[in-house]
């Protein structure tokens, strides 16, 4: 429902309904030790939310379980560096996470932690029926101890070179390498290394317990075989399965040399924790026991319950084999995992996401820029990682936001809405009208029937959990809502045919109605202002059968009542500016420590400019003698930024093909007046077609820093022209008779351009800024046109446009 509470509240705990449909709902527990990033968002607690929102829509009975995961070497590695205890370490980040999920508008039932005494208590009662049932065996296993730090090391202590073929990786850990994603044990690491001393540590015997996954194959098998159909298992998953059984079970260590963890309620192993792998999905059981003692209700009721289990695609072998064979070995009735829902990487600009290493935008950066919590919910879910790696970037969120949210979705609902509260006279005074003869009105009948196929689409995706795929067939509604009202030409039926506009408008009031019902699993602060906006309560957002929402969906004229008075509307999308992409894709770049050491760097700068234009107040700028852009003899004026700086010319396109490894661009050789022509990489695919890139006159940015494009490098930039929502493209054009390698001028202005453009410096940044088409479709600086000896250089159709 649409009040349901995020991270952190209360509420009494829900149980199984006889007759109803009871979904339990996890996502992978986020590891403590850092501050969750955009990909472990989408990749687990993210997905779950929109799904567990669904069923809640739906008027399923369904809770959402997750929680931190506390035990184990990580935590304990991350109390070494910071210097404190581990129990420290989780209270800190495990208030981290809560307040970064809380601002996602994470509605989890209950986010526990593993280090909570129901953990022991659950933990301590599936080994003993293990034990009880000979599940468990006895090994010496060799381990590598570290003579330096006297104690055995574990597994993500260790880092070594991966031993895998064709991988090499050197900072594989000594649990999985990172690069392949194979299972390793630490004594198979080449080159070994304590991660704390970096001393080369020794193998040594110790005793460990082994679940026996060869004894639980069959059952094991039956469960996946079974479940995996019934319960439509992603791809991914089955893939990642099958691997492990093909390669064939093994027994698995359950437990460790370390003392944060559970301990082992066994007295030869006292001294020892259960490893983390074997107990932190039992935190999912431990974590529903915080939420209700009667957890039993739904961990221990096959038959009622269905579990649904969200993670990204390296946690799946721990969720399909090894909880489901502790669950299996206990010999009790467990509800086990129907649906496993897994995503791939989301990767961060030029590289990954590394929690390790600080890369991306993490959950506390997002909080800190002025980007409302609903356009990341939405960029995110839209670029889902479903079946390959995808990929997060400033553009592509700029784009999204700007031509789906604002310009389809937001224009929509503030069309009707602004139309509806108008002035009687204008329009209809906030009052909804009525909609008498709708159904025989051709083209509401047209827009009903596409919409309720619409609808019924959106909710098999959903039921399958195709989380990117609902929300896209969600968005055509909105797109198609656009069309109708073009089509209807409302606001001229306002004056020529009123009853026929009232349906209109009465329809397309409906259509928002439903669009923010359909998009709260999705973006639930975007939905509850529309219901603000409509004047109506936010708890009635619902698409239950019982309550007749689906059908009431195929006939959206009769979705809000005739006399309703709707609230206040106002534009639920603000455009996200070229420079503000500009100045995040700059702050975020590199990592955490690397961010800390700019943002320095940038004080220490400022703080010595300042006392620098202190000193020189009163004195006249020295003029420097050096070409401009030759900045290197102490005591020279950095030149003032001057469109002179740059070296644009008219250019000839000689040759154009498809670049061989990026679907987006061209690869382009120039003729710019020199001995050679010049190659230049350029994102025009989308835009312009191929055969007219070929033999035609630009204008060409010379002097930029050549820069490697995906393997090839682009030694100039073509100035192209886009409109508002970036859905145009179009080159900026020479005359035909302008001299090919002629320098392109503005007014009277005089100056020799620098060599090659000081990236640092920011010269073409900072005067990209001042580049547009105008009235006339002449490609400007400030008002100065692009001028050659032939005359102004112009786009075919973008007026008022920027040029990049």
Known sequence: ??????????????????????????????????????????????????????????GYNAIYICGTDEYGTATETKALEEK???????????????????WFNISFDEFGRTSAPQQTEVCHSIFKKLLENNWLSENT??????????????????????????????????????????????????DPKCKVCRNTPRIRDTDHLFLELPLLKDQLVEYIERMSVAGSWSQNAIQATNAWLREGLKSRCITRDLKWGVPVPHEKYKDKVFYVWFDAPIGYVSITASYTPDWEKWWKNPNNVELYQFMGKDNVPFHTVMFPSSLIGTGESWTMMKTISVTEYLNYEAGKFSKSKG??????????????????????????????????????????????????????????????????GDGYGSIIPDASGADSHPLTKKLAEEVGRHVDQYLEAMEKVKLKQGLKIAMSISSEGNAYLQESQFWKLYKEDKPSCSIVIRTSVGLVYLLACLLEPYMPSFSAEVFKQLNLPFEQASLSDEKGDIEKAKRPWEIIPPGHKIGTPAPLFKELKDEEVEFY???????????????EAEAVKVAAQLKKSKISDGGKKQQSKKPAGDGKSKGTVEPEITITRLDIRVGLIKKAQKHPDADSLYVEEIDVGEAEPRTVVSGLVNYIPLEDMQNRKVCVLCNLKPASMRGIKSQAMVLAASNGDHTKVELVEPPESAAVGERVKFGGLEGEPD??????????????????????????????????????????????????
Not at 395 to 408: G, P, R, V, W
Not at 786 to 804: D, E, L, P, Q, W
Request: aromatic share 8%; glycine share 6%; hydrophobic share 35%.
């Open 359 to 424: 890369i991306g935008v993490f959950g506390t950066d997002a909080k800190d820029t002025n980007i409302p919590v609903e356009v990341y919910r939405y960029y995110l879910l839209t670029n889902r990682p479903e079946v390959s790696d995808t990929l997060f970037t400033w553009a592509d969120l700029q784009a999204k936001l700007n031509s789906e949210l604002l310009n389809n979705l937001g224009n929509f609902v503030n069309r009707v809405l602004s139309f509806i509260a108008k002035p009687e």
């Open 755 to 804: 060599g090659v453009l000081n990236p640092k410096k920011k010269v073409w940044e900072t005067l990209q800024v001042d580049f547009q088409t105008n009235g006339e479709l002449v490609a400007c600086f400030k008002d100065i046109p692009f001028t050659t000896s032939a005359g102004v250089c112009k786009v075919a159709s973008i007026s008022n446009g920027t040029i990049r």
């Open 585 to 599: 894709s700059s702050k975020f770049a590199g990592s955490q420590a690397d961010r800390l050491e700019r943002a």
């Open 84 to 102: 404190c205890s581990p129990k420290e370490i989780c209270d800190k980040y495990h208030a981290i996470h809560r307040e970064v999920y809380k």
């Open 1 to 58: 429902m649409g009040d349901h509470p995020t991270a952190g509240d209360r509420e009494v705990p829900k149980l199984p309904v006889p007759g109803k449909r009871n979904i339990l709902i996890t996502s992978a527990l986020p590891y403590v030790n850092n501050v969750p990033h955009l990909g472990n968002i989408i990749g687990c607690v993210l997905s779950a939310d929109v799904f567990a929102r669904y069923c809640r829509l739906r």
């Open 141 to 190: 296993m060799q381990q590598l101890y570290c003579d330096t730090c006297t104690k055995f090391l574990a597994d993500r202590l260790v880092e070594g070179t991966c031993p895998t073929p064709g991988c090499n990786y050197d900072s594989a850990r000594g649990d999985q390498c990172e690069k392949c994603g194979k299972l390793l044990n630490p004594t198979e690491l080449m």
